[in-house]
């Protein structure tokens, strides 16, 4: 094979503007596995990008402004911070994670690479001091939003967003994992949080789950995909979701009191048996208004004594409005 088929290959993208796999293979006459060798060295150089899912993958050229050389030499320790916390999704819908997405994210906003990772660095400290072996007490938070606290414990796995550079990893994910019902997104996001919850079950000895049900009706439900995938071995109590005359979820309500009214009127906490520890899973806390009504039941049903709360991603003021999930 020439040396400069890859040359060739990049011109045809750009004169093509979209193309798939097989079109390339076709107009080259070169095998599948020639062809995928080339595509991948220039995928992983950011020469070309794509996107789809097979068998319907379309690769194109993005034109952006070249980083310097000189911007790229990063302390190995910066480049892993951004490598395990930095991940965007596209408005194309591409995944991207690590120096990766934090590049990409550089140049979308016209900033330079190095000045602003350092700022990340900086950022992301001030809230990781909060982070304690990978949870983030709540506990506080819903201390400074309302009167009574039903709930004993309440974590975060991490918040939602921080400042300036917008929604975390775990933000992203959860974001998208709901939005577009994608069950290969759903999992990734369960792999990922699924120690965290073992870790809190194991050490509040929790005999009792339960899942906040959702309010929106969709064809795949995240608490369902969440439940099933985590493969709990603890009890798993009914907590249901009364269906009304207009479904009105909490991220649409923006006073407290609304919050409060719409968690305690329109969930129920269907069970009978009792247990000693029982640890709710929620996927967003934006109040803490339906955590602490449900706890609340439970702890007027004296249904278990000590409530830990969970949530995927958690607001790091008092009462702020994660509308998006």
Not at 76 to 87: H, Q
Request: proline share 3%; aromatic share 8%.
């Amino acid at each position: 094979m020439k040396n400069n088929t890859a040359e060739k290959i990049i011109q045809y993208i750009k004169e093509k503007k979209r193309v798939t796999g097989k079109e390339i293979a076709d107009y080259f006459e070169i095998s599948r596995q020639g062809l995928f060798k080339h595509l991948n060295k220039l995928l992983e150089n950011n020469i070309i990008t794509k996107i789809g899912k097979p068998p319907m993958v379309f690769y194109f050229i993005q034109e952006f402004k070249k980083i310097k050389k000189e911007n790229c030499n990063l302390p190995i320790k910066l480049k892993n911070l951004i490598k395990n916390n930095f991940l965007i999704i596209t408005p194309s819908g591409e995944k991207k994670q690590g120096m990766d997405a934090f590049s990409y994210w550089c140049q979308k906003q016209n900033l330079p690479l190095i000045k602003t990772a350092l700022e990340y660095e900086k950022t992301l400290k001030k809230y990781q001091i909060f982070n304690r072996g990978g949870l983030i007490n709540g506990i506080k938070k819903l201390k400074n939003t309302f009167n009574k606290i039903w709930l004993d414990y309440l974590y975060y796995l991490d918040f939602y967003s921080i400042e300036r550079f917008g929604k975390t990893k775990l933000g992203q994910l959860l974001l998208y994992a709901k939005q577009s019902q994608d069950k290969t997104l759903i999992k990734e996001l369960i792999n990922i949080i699924k120690p965290q919850i073992q870790n809190i079950i194991k050490k509040h000895k929790i005999d009792a789950v339960g899942f906040i049900p959702p309010t929106v009706k969709r064809e795949v439900q995240f608490m369902r995909e969440l439940q099933k995938n985590l493969h709990l071995k603890s009890r798993i109590i009914s907590i249901v979701k009364i269906k009304t005359q207009v479904p009105v979820p909490q991220k649409t309500l923006n006073k407290l009191e609304d919050r409060i009214e719409n968690a305690s009127n329109t969930i129920i906490v269907d069970e009978q048996s009792t247990f000693k520890n029982i640890l709710l899973i929620d996927d967003a806390v934006g109040s803490g208004a339906t955590l602490n009504e449900t706890a609340k039941q439970i702890k007027d049903k004296k249904i278990a004594k000590k409530i830990v709360g969970v949530s995927i991603t958690g607001s790091f003021k008092g009462f702020d409005v994660i509308s998006e999930v």
